[in-house]
């Protein structure tokens, strides 16, 4: 089992940038393909982003292609979300989650979540 914690949200003007980090405990994070997902006030929750186990491979939502970069540390059991030129629409809380098998652009595809983090991004 694998708990997480996000960190770094806030709020941020339209154009800016904020970086997300989640940390997992336990000595097995390199064995979980991790994702970011986010849900807007009165949205369901969607995917942002994904990452296999070494990092070397990455996912994104068309939405934030090009703007976000997903990465992990294994050394550090974190994961982060680089997000640049930050709008509006973005903003939402912003969870991280870890997928025993692969990862995938849905919750259901996900085996542990964090708490969440909040993003607002001004115009």
């Known amino acids: 089992q694998v708990q997480l914690v996000e960190s770094g949200g806030g709020l941020v003007q339209a154009g800016g940038s904020l970086r997300l980090s989640c940390a997992a405990s336990g000595r097995t994070f390199s064995s979980y393909y991790m994702g970011w997902f986010r849900q807007a006030p009165g949205k369901e929750r969607e995917f942002v982003a994904a990452i296999n186990r070494s990092g070397g491979s990455t996912a994104y939502a068309d939405s934030v292609k090009g703007r976000f970069t997903i990465s992990r540390d294994n050394a550090k059991n974190t994961v982060y979300l680089q997000m640049n030129s930050l709008k509006p629409e973005d903003t939402a809380v912003y969870y991280c989650?870890?997928?025993?098998?692969?990862?995938?652009?849905?919750?259901?595809?996900?085996?542990?979540w964090g708490q969440g983090t909040r993003v607002t991004v001004s115009s």
């Open positions: 989650a870890a997928a025993k098998t692969t990862y995938r652009d849905y919750v259901a595809g996900y085996d542990y």
